[in-house]
């Protein structure tokens, strides 16, 4: 079964700050498609950017960015000048396909963002 | 921008009673998804469906069914509400394709089984 990893509890820096969070992976198949999300404090959750595993460049959307560690089956996420907005709880996830052939995401715990003035 | 909405906001229950968590979706999405949200544990994935008249199990379906009558909705039920079902559950849609995989997700439903 597919596992995702986020040691990471919770993260504080400082406004204007460059800030990785980090995700480990576990996974059987070849090809395989990782996710983050953002939940904001109102409990909305948004995507923000995906990585392809077949893909060699990182994905960059903004200022998020993914330092995808492929030998490593590790998928960061990079803020670069966060702001105060970027306070949040992140997750990674994974794709996962059942045997029917629809797919899932699984989700790791999450890390808590804080951003400070 | 697909719209995803859950009813109730809030729901208190008591243990035993039967309690339908439902949601509504207007992107014609393929894909729907149950998941409860509890501390530690992030998104758990409780039930999904990959199209109308179809339902599968996801990770911890213990307790739980649903149900997708239609394209646009998809019902999350428990038969008989325990104090260890008070979560927030999140319902999500997707597309289903490789190219367009992302989820949308509702505000959630904040459930507290007394």
């Known amino acids: 079964a597919q596992k995702v990893t986020q040691t990471q509890t919770s993260i504080s820096v400082m406004e204007k700050t460059t800030v990785t969070m980090d995700c480990v992976y576990e996974t059987q198949d070849s090809s395989y498609f990782l996710f983050w999300y953002k939940q904001t404090a109102s409990g909305e959750i948004v995507f923000l950017i995906r990585?392809?595993?077949?893909?060699?460049e990182n994905a960059t959307v903004g200022h998020y960015s993914l330092n995808f560690q492929k030998p490593k089956s590790s998928i960061g996420l990079i803020i670069t000048a966060t702001q105060i907005e970027d306070s949040a709880v992140y997750f990674c996830?994974?794709?996962?396909?059942?045997?029917?052939?629809?797919?899932?995401?699984?989700f790791g715990s999450g890390t808590q963002l804080t951003v400070m003035p | 921008e697909a719209a995803v909405t859950q009813s109730p906001r809030n729901k208190v229950a008591v243990t035993g009673g039967k309690v339908t968590l439902s949601c509504n979706q207007t992107n014609n999405h393929n894909n729907m998804y149950w998941y409860r949200q509890d501390t530690g544990h992030g998104l758990r994935l409780i039930h999904y469906s990959y199209g109308a008249g179809s339902t599968e199990k996801g990770d911890i379906p213990d307790g739980y069914k649903a149900s997708r009558p239609s394209q646009e909705n998809f019902s999350l039920i428990l038969e008989l509400a325990t104090p260890s079902q008070t979560s927030v559950y999140f319902c999500?849609?997707?597309?289903?394709?490789?190219?367009?995989?992302?989820?949308?997700f509702g505000h959630g439903t904040k459930l507290s089984v007394l």
């Open positions: 996830a994974m794709r996962e396909v059942a045997s029917s052939g629809s797919w899932q995401l699984i």
């Open positions: 999500a849609s997707g597309a289903g394709t490789i190219s367009n995989e992302r989820l949308f």
């Open positions: 990585q392809d595993s077949y893909k060699k």
